[in-house]
């Protein structure tokens, strides 16, 4: 029965350690599955701005190329505010790309912090899951020790009653046959 116990507990302590695995491996997609969604996002956010602040620039070269045509037609006046028109092209050309910048490195910050957040709850779950197995795994052991040592304990008192019986079965023998001797030596050989 105490067997038949300790392989039920056993078994329970492997399905519990096999159950911690899966959750392990669980939280382990989940923390890839972030990670790489933040990495498309911040991807596809730094190619968006990119390609805004390249078409910004080409709509202000293409404006200063206007504007040089334009001043060889019309004069000094007209250079001056082409010359403008391409000082502030090129000011809004670069605020954009800044910008662009600045806004691709918080949103690749936010999702890293968050990738990183996933990844430590992953890790702690982990951690929370391999101690329960540990513990699991401990008590088992010792329930199967504890119950080693109650069976050794009977067969060993089981082996002194059968050792007495062997000997005063054999006492009797040589008694009735008239070989044993007196009783007080033979109760003498028993102790």
Same mark, same amino acid.
């Given at each position: ?13 492997? %399905?519990? *350690? ?13 923390? +890839? #599955? ?26 202000? =070269? %293409? &404006? &200063?190329?206007?504007?040089?045509? =334009?001043?060889?037609?019309? /004069? =000094?006046?007209?250079?001056?505010? *082409?010359?403008? *028109?391409?000082?502030?092209? /090129? ?16 949103? /690749? ?8 957040? *996933? ?6 779950? #982990? ?14 052991? +010792?329930?199967?020790? &504890?119950?080693?040592?109650?069976? %050794? ?12 019986? #062997?000997?005063? &079965? ?10 044993? /001797?007196?009783?007080? +030596?033979? #109760?003498?050989?028993?102790?």
């Amino acid at each position: 029965m105490a067997s038949q116990d300790q392989s039920y507990r056993a078994g329970e302590a492997k %399905g519990q *350690a096999q159950k911690t695995n899966q959750m392990l491996d669980q939280g382990r997609e989940t923390a +890839d #599955a972030v990670k790489g969604h933040a990495q498309e996002s911040k991807d596809k956010t730094g190619s968006y701005l990119s390609e805004k602040t390249d078409q910004a620039k080409d709509k202000a =070269s %293409g &404006a &200063a190329h206007s504007a040089q045509q =334009s001043k060889d037609q019309t /004069g =000094s006046y007209l250079s001056d505010k *082409a010359g403008q *028109a391409k000082d502030r092209a /090129g000011e809004t050309a670069e605020y954009t790309k800044d910008r662009a910048q600045e806004s691709k490195d918080q949103t /690749g910050g936010f999702l890293s912090e968050k990738a990183n957040q *996933a990844k430590d709850m992953a890790g702690q779950t #982990a951690g929370a899951a391999k101690e329960k197995a540990g513990a699991t795994a401990q008590w088992a052991g +010792d329930t199967a020790n &504890a119950g080693k040592e109650k069976t %050794g304990g009977v067969l060993q008192a089981t082996g002194e009653q059968v050792r007495n019986m #062997a000997m005063g &079965a054999a006492d009797a023998v040589k008694n009735t046959l008239g070989m044993g /001797g007196n009783n007080e +030596d033979a #109760a003498k050989n028993r102790d």
